[in-house]
């Protein structure tokens, strides 16, 4: 029987003109990037489809997808648990992307780990299985609280629980209880266990937000889920909140983080992520290992060392690294195209409180609304609710039409959305009234968890979910409301009518339907522009030990110059020969016959390094012709002037700008370094040069990477070295007669055919900051300690040589055959020259090294073989 008839006058309110009676006006889009074109670019695929389950998973950009796979084609990423060069690319780019996840929650590594997992699923596991519980007899143990609206995988953490005796206890929103002090009646015990909180920011089934500001509020006692004795640790879910909401991990410190990244960029799935704040990750225990995660281990015995890093003592075998790799282009895009989560967060939420006033507007001609709505808020902010509407669709007389019927239809229309309880069992609960007999009866009717049985005994086993994404547009909200009145027809016999609520935009009087509408502005357009004024005072905060920059003299390099003490020279002594500095890393070297120390080095060495797109520095390895590009510096113009052939020189200033620049972190021989962009001139030159996008940045004055201590140098434990890019030290001196030895094995050999190695090729090849003329090959590596002119250093070692040897400095070419007779010469270990490390300077005055200085070693004591009589004679000088 048809319903009563319905007004044919009845219209939803327009959005535009929803928008310009909303006070203050609500935002959509973003800024002056066009949305329509971002859907058509962008998703193209989604032509005639009507897509709103971005809770469920959202959708990927096709350019994230692009970016990703031109990647993969140009790059070999291999095995992070290698050691060779296609690994080792893999594993810097792996750390790049826990930079940048922890950067997008707003905080470092300073105070969280990423623990990359498969999901938000297995984060929250790895937490049950390592939180510290303790198991007291009675009342007294630890404790398992967690909110009712909360996911499966959260509830379900309570069977690892029991297994180890460990009581869980659900808790109402309603039953969180506040604390005036915290509660000390525990405090004599000797056990004192820790407690565990967890709740979502955002609940999956309503939208509902919770308060951030709980993490503290239990975490310091002024909230308790129960009142018991011990510590309290909070996890917070975020996987259905980082979807489309900025979350402060600086603000909000939870415990544990769980996090999904389908959610937020829909590529790749299979990949979520931990993040564990490092106060609290020294507690976790861990029982099984897997492969990576041990330091050491014995396969015969109960032997076994975990690896220092949290994240890789519990990532166990080989990580999903290719997605890893794809979640860099992930954040890129996104960024691009949205100008970042608070913009998602603004214009997802304006497209959900739009679509929840016209439903809850809606109404049959005789007042039954068409739809019942599931949620704990008005939608009247952002910050309460999410962009998430949660309801089932009613018939004109008050009942349930069942999800599943919903669902067909809105196939029909092509329309994607999302119905049964979305492993949120307790939300379901809360808000369809369900009791636990009647979930315990349904399931003996035979309804499981996503099957098609929506209705026993006219009651709703399940509701139906739309939810927003960022490509969402105001036309898919339209179509899904077109869409509601459609099968409300069909419910009723009639048309459904629209009726405002006071109070509500939509409440105004028929007058108001004469404004114009609003054209969308660029309010939200953000520009930023960089201080082209430098600081005159960069110069000494970064370099104290040298003079600034109008004090400098281009007949440093004059090779004219008498060397330091040349007056005084022993003529047995070995002396500088060359003196070179490599400004950019794995680029030309730069050779000075005099130039000033910093402390960091030799003023200006390897102070930049190019970067590839993925903020991963470049090295010869993996782009041999970065010994193509050319640096020189002038110190008394200020300026860096960059070479290469077949492209005009650039400059790049000497002085850090005092203006914004990007913040890189990148890192270098495992070590984070902080850095910042030298701009996008540089960068398109550079980019230009390699066929492919680059950045040169460069190491901040503020930052200070200290040098790793040597096991068993005692000497060490008073120095502490600054670094610049360097890998291991701050200079690297090699000796002429181990080089003329090596040439002479090189050219003897019938291997190498008609290949002959020049002494300034094999000089060049090992990238040293200082050559001498040694009397005897590879005495250097007996030294204990050296003086070079009035400058003293500690020796900390050889240097343990890599691939890069075979690169011909002037082509880029490469040659195997200096690294296999290094090999063969050296016994399998490869080494050449040694690292230096300067002592404190005993006055702040200029220092410089020179070419002819005298260079005056001290021979280690446990070392049989003796220098040369010269330096036999001196080392009284120096030790």
Request: aromatic residues 10%; glycine residues 8%.
């Amino acid at each position: 029987m048809a319903g009563p008839a319905a007004d044919p006058e009845a219209q939803l309110l327009s959005f535009q003109r929803f928008r310009a009676l909303s006070k203050p006006r609500l935002a959509y889009g973003y800024g002056s990037r066009s949305l329509s074109q971002l859907r058509e670019r962008e998703f193209g695929r989604l032509a005639g489809t009507v897509y709103l389950d971005h809770a469920g998973a959202t959708l990927f950009p096709q350019s994230q997808l692009t970016s990703f796979t031109k990647d993969l084609m140009e790059n070999v990423y291999g095995n992070p648990h290698s050691q060779n060069i296609t690994s080792k690319l893999t594993y810097d780019t792996v750390e790049q992307v826990r930079y940048r996840i922890l950067a997008h929650f707003h905080t470092t590594l300073d105070d969280y780990s990423v623990i990359f997992t498969s999901g938000s699923t297995a984060a929250l596991k790895l937490v049950a299985e390592s939180f510290p519980w303790v198991s007291c007899p009675g009342s007294s143990g630890s404790r398992f609280c967690y909110l009712t609206d909360n996911h499966t995988s959260v509830v379900g953490m309570r069977k690892i629980l029991a297994a180890r005796g460990i009581t869980s206890t659900p808790v109402r929103p309603e039953d969180l209880c506040l604390v005036e002090e915290r509660d000390e009646m525990g405090s004599h015990l000797s056990c004192q266990p820790s407690h565990l909180f967890c709740y979502p920011a955002q609940s999956n089934f309503s939208g509902s937000k919770y308060p951030l500001s709980w993490i503290q509020d239990i975490k310091c006692g002024r909230m308790s889920p129960v009142n018991l004795p011990g510590k309290w640790f909070v996890l917070l879910d975020a996987a259905s909140y980082a979807s489309t909401s900025p979350l402060d991990l600086s603000t909000h410190q939870a415990d544990f983080v769980p996090i999904s990244f389908y959610k937020i960029f829909g590529f790749p799935t299979g990949l979520g992520a931990l993040l564990v704040n490092n106060r609290v990750a020294p507690l976790l225990k861990k029982g099984y290992f897997g492969g990576g995660t041990a330091a050491a281990y014995l396969a015969g015995s109960d032997f076994y060392v975990p690896r220092s890093s949290v994240s890789e003592r519990f990532e166990d075998g080989t990580i999903s690294f290719l997605d890893v790799v794809a979640l860099k282009h992930g954040f890129d895009i996104l960024e691009h195209l949205t100008g970042g989560m608070e913009n998602i967060k603004q214009h997802t939420f304006t497209l959900a409180q739009y679509t929840y006033a016209m439903l809850s507007s809606l109404h049959y001609h005789n007042g039954a609304p068409v739809v019942r709505i599931y949620s704990d808020s008005e939608f009247s902010s952002p910050d309460v609710q999410g962009p998430i509407i949660n309801f089932n669709v009613l018939d004109d007389k008050g009942f349930i039409i069942g999800y599943s019927q919903v669902d067909k239809m809105a196939s029909l229309y092509n329309i994607h959305l999302r119905t049964g309880c979305f492993c949120n069992t307790g939300a379901c609960q809360r808000h369809l009234g369900l009791s636990d007999n009647m979930i315990k009866k349904y399931f003996e009717a035979g309804h499981v968890c996503g099957d098609h049985i929506d209705l026993i005994d006219g009651h709703p086993t399940g509701s139906v979910r739309i939810s927003f994404g960022y490509m969402s547009t105001v036309e898919d909200a339209e179509a899904f409301l077109k869409f509601i009145k459609a099968i409300s027809l069909h419910s009723s016999g009639g048309q459904p009518v629209s009726k405002a609520r006071t109070g509500e935009p939509g409440a105004k009087s028929t007058e108001d339907k004469a404004q114009d509408e609003h054209a969308i502005t660029n309010s939200h357009c953000l520009s930023s522009e960089e201080d082209d004024h430098a600081d005159s005072r960069s110069w000494n905060n970064s370099h104290p030990l040298h003079p600034p920059l109008r004090e400098a003299s281009s007949t440093w390099q004059s090779p004219v110059e008498e060397p330091e003490g040349g007056l005084n020279r022993d003529p047995e002594l070995p002396v500088v020969t060359k003196i070179c500095l490599y400004p950019i890393k794995s680029c030309a070297a730069f050779e000075v016959t005099k130039w000033p120390i910093g402390n960091q080095g030799l003023l200006y060495d390897r102070s930049w390094m190019i970067v590839n797109h993925n903020g991963v520095c470049l090295n010869q390895k993996q782009e041999p012709r970065l010994c193509l590009i050319r640096p020189s510096i002038d110190l008394q113009e200020g300026r860096m002037v960059i070479k290469a052939e077949g492209m005009e020189p650039i400059e790049v200033p000497l002085e850090e700008a005092s203006g914004r620049a990007q913040i890189y972190q990148s890192k270098v021989c495992a070590d984070r370094v902080n850095t910042f962009d030298c701009g996008e001139e540089i960068s398109k030159w550079l980019s230009k040069f390699f066929g492919r996008p680059c950045h040169l940045i460069r190491q901040s004055s503020n930052f200070q990477r200290n040098a790793k201590k040597k096991h068993g140098k005692d000497q060490l434990s008073s120095i502490t070295a600054s670094l610049s890019l360097v890998n291991e030290a701050q200079y690297l001196l090699i000796n002429t007669s181990s080089v003329m030895e090596l040439q002479k094995q090189l050219n003897t050999s019938d291997e190498n055919g008609k290949k002959e190695f020049t002494m300034e090729d094999l000089n060049s090849r090992f990238r040293a900051n200082i050559i001498m003329n040694g009397t005897r090959a590879f005495e250097e590596e007996r030294w204990d300690e050296v003086s070079i002119g009035s400058l003293h250093f500690q020796v900390v070692g050889p240097c343990h040589r890599c691939q890069m040897i075979c690169i011909d400095q002037n082509t880029g070419q490469r040659n195997q055959d200096v690294f296999q007779k290094l090999s063969e010469s050296r016994e399998r270990k490869v080494n050449f020259g040694v690292y230096l490390m300067h002592t404190s300077f005993e006055s702040s005055a200029p220092r410089f090294l020179s070419v002819g200085s005298q260079v005056l070693p001290v021979v280690k004591e446990d070392v049989e073989c003796q220098s040369s009589p010269a330096a036999q004679r001196h080392q009284g000088r120096t030790s």
